[in-house]
């Protein structure tokens, strides 16, 4: 089942509904999303656990969470 905005912002708290469609349109899941966000905040220790990689989904997901680096900096 596809994901709903007020899903979204249970994990990602406020978001805005441009971001939130983004989101809804991948077809990803409550679950993907948690996933994602899991993987985002704690790559290393999901590694080191043994967790698969995550789905292509889920890691389309983690790319969209992701911070943009700012490229003029360093």
Known sequence: ?????????????????G????????GASFQD???AWTWLN????????GH???SPRVAELVAML???QDEDHG
């Open 52 to 54: 698969h990689l995550p």
């Open 66 to 68: 992701e911070p943009e």
């Open 1 to 17: 089942m596809t994901i709903t905005r007020e899903e979204i912002r249970q994990v990602l708290g406020p978001v805005e509904d």
């Open 33 to 35: 999303l948690m996933e």
């Open 19 to 26: 971001f939130a469609a983004e989101i809804v349109a991948t």
């Open 42 to 49: 704690s790559d290393e220790a999901l590694i080191n656990e």
